[in-house]
């Protein structure tokens, strides 16, 4: 059974950075796209970033292009978020998950993706 288990979250300062882990019980390598998504209250889930198989593709959420670095280390079956600026409307939770259908491009809707993880709260207040 797959499992995938976030990390990082917390209560930051405007301006402020986190990193988020996901590792993922298995090989990662079988997966071929690893993503974050976010709900926040009252809201829908939202596509933050994703990433290919080998890392080489990566795709981001308009809210997040030039704040926030998905990253994967294969070897370590574990996929990073590192978010910087952080601004209060970024708080949420924070889900990773894992798609196995091969394919391309790397999807953005939440249904394509197969394995998800329980989610970590972040929280950006002064």
């Known amino acids: 059974q797959v499992q995938l288990v976030e990390s990082g979250g917390g209560l930051v300062q405007p301006g402020g950075s986190l990193r988020l882990s996901c590792v993922v019980s298995?090989?990662?390598?079988?997966?071929?796209?690893m993503g974050w998504f976010r709900q926040a209250p009252g809201k829908e889930r939202e596509f933050v970033a994703a990433?290919?198989?080998?890392?080489?593709?990566?795709d981001y959420a308009d809210s997040g292009k030039g704040r926030f670095t998905i990253s994967r280390d294969n070897a370590k079956n574990t996929v990073y978020l590192q978010m910087k600026s952080l601004k209060p409307e970024d708080t949420a939770v924070y889900y990773c998950?894992?798609?196995?259908?091969?394919?391309?491009?790397?999807?953005?809707?939440?249904?394509?993706?197969?394995?998800w993880g329980q989610g970590t709260q972040v929280t950006v207040s002064s």
């Open positions: 998950a894992a798609d196995l259908a091969p394919g391309w491009p790397i999807p953005h809707a939440a249904y394509a993706y197969d394995y």
């Open positions: 298995g090989t990662i390598f079988r997966f071929n796209a």
């Open positions: 990433i290919s198989r080998s890392g080489g593709t990566t």
